[in-house]
């Protein structure tokens, strides 16, 4: 269909015009063993640390996230992108990831599930909300970290459809949109 100049686009590829977060790497522990997940299904809810996944119960980590109720969400830089989908396509139920990726399991201050070293930030999180028919996971920040000793400060974005976009051009509008933005975001 047309509608002016307009091309229809079918619903099936809608999430393709807003998945584009950045690519997230979700670290769980089931009690015995640290596991990691791909995410790029997410939405920031406010200003105060609130966001959410989502994601069910096909995949291992969600039995440590429904039991234990937190996780770690972090954020690989550009170079990782391959290693991140990787993580993606493979399962914790066979496979010890952090082991095979050659990740850094960090402890962290907050909650059991680890920190990864080789990621450009990483925030315990931990689980205030689960919207089961949605496989959405409200989370909320109970202590957060970057790491400034990597030089790749680039992030990666997905399209839905197995295709990504780098960080390349940053552009300042702070002035443009300053009454938008709560003290301390900048
Ligand atoms: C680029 C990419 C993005 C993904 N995004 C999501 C997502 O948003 N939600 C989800 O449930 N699974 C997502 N996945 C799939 C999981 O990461 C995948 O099922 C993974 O194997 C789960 O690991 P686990 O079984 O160890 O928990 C994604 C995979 C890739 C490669």
Known sequence: MKAGNLEELP?????????????LLVATRDGRKNNVMTITWSTVLDFNGNFAIV??????????????????????????????????ICSGTDTDKFNRFALTAIKGQAVKA??????LANIECQVTDYV?????????????????????????HAIGDGTFVIDGETVNLRDRMAAKIPAGAF
């Not at 015009?17 to 950045?22: A, F, H, K, S, V």
């Not at 996230?65 to 991140?84: D, F, G, Q």
């Not at 680890?114 to 990621?119: N, S």
């Open 11 to 23: 619903i099936g590829k809608v999430f393709t015009l807003i998945e584009q977060g950045p690519v």
């Open 55 to 88: 994601t069910g119960p096909w995949n291992h980590s969600y039995d440590a996230l429904r039991k234990n109720r937190e996780c770690v969400v972090a954020i690989p830089p550009a170079s990782l992108l391959e290693t991140a989908v990787d993580i993606g």
């Open 114 to 119: 680890p920190l990864i070293g080789e990621c």
């Open 132 to 156: 089961e028919r949605h496989g959405l996971w409200v989370l909320s920040a109970l202590r957060a970290w970057t790491n400034p000793t990597l030089t790749d400060r680039r992030v990666a």
